[in-house]
């Protein structure tokens, strides 16, 4: 048994999208206070009361508001390569021991996009399309997956976003607002890349402009 107040806190916390919108001023609290009465009634083991949750409510929101949920991300500089190309082996020793070679294989290109990233059972690898065929020839075998019709935009922001918390999400926060699938999202130190279908080019700019 938890109090209701804190009933009320454990369910705003794990909801982002809530977090954000009071954050923002814009979630009708007593509409939220009866969407999860029946939440907050199995935690506090309590019969409660939607006015009881509406003033938890109001309390935990007003903590929210206290600071900037969501920083303002000052984007500095947007770079779009396409087209791009996704190729996926698999992760063995034999294949590791070749992805030294791939960045002397692009070079040849005049703006050229390399991203490799490595999990448990597969090594994928986001290049331009035009080094698909040599990429393919240094590992002499058919790759598990080959996804063209791609295109990447690289996101730089101001450094002074480095240690802010919320900067990833505040990203993908736009990108989904359109629906936009995502197939990699690169990240370094004060930039984000994203690969998708070319299809979904001018909706990814118009979002980040």
């Given amino acids: 048994?938890?109090?209701?107040?804190?009933?009320?806190?454990?369910?705003?916390?794990?909801?982002?999208?809530?977090?954000?919108?009071?954050?923002?001023?814009?979630?009708?609290?007593?509409?939220?206070?009866?969407?999860?009465?029946k939440q907050v009634a199995g935690l506090s083991k309590k019969d409660v009361s939607t006015q009881s949750i509406v003033v938890a409510l109001a309390r935990v929101s007003k903590k929210i508001k206290a600071y900037k949920y969501l920083p303002e991300i000052k984007i500095s500089q947007l770079t779009v390569k396409t087209p791009i190309v996704e190729l996926v082996f698999p992760n063995t020793d034999e294949n590791q021991a070749k992805l030294g070679k791939i960045a002397d294989t692009i070079s040849f290109l005049a703006d050229p996009f390399l991203s490799m990233?490595?999990?448990?059972?597969?090594?994928?690898?986001?290049?331009?399309?035009?080094?698909?065929?040599?990429?393919?020839?240094?590992?002499?075998?058919?790759?598990?997956?080959?996804?063209?019709?791609?295109?990447?935009?690289?996101?730089?922001?101001?450094?002074?976003?480095?240690?802010?918390?919320?900067?990833?999400?505040?990203?993908?926060?736009k990108i989904s607002s359109r629906n936009i699938v995502l197939d990699e999202v690169v990240s370094t130190y004060n930039e984000f890349t994203l690969v998708f279908e070319t299809e979904y080019l001018s909706d990814v700019l118009l979002v980040l402009k």
């Fill in 117 to 173: 990233s490595t999990s448990t059972q597969d090594i994928a690898i986001v290049v331009s399309a035009q080094a698909e065929e040599k990429i393919t020839k240094i590992f002499n075998t058919k790759p598990k997956l080959v996804k063209r019709g791609l295109s990447a935009v690289s996101i730089r922001f101001d450094k002074d976003l480095v240690e802010e918390s919320g900067v990833g999400f505040a990203i993908m926060q």
């Fill in 1 to 37: 048994m938890i109090a209701i107040q804190d009933a009320v806190k454990n369910i705003v916390e794990k909801d982002i999208e809530i977090k954000n919108g009071m954050a923002r001023g814009l979630i009708n609290l007593s509409c939220y206070a009866r969407l999860i009465k």
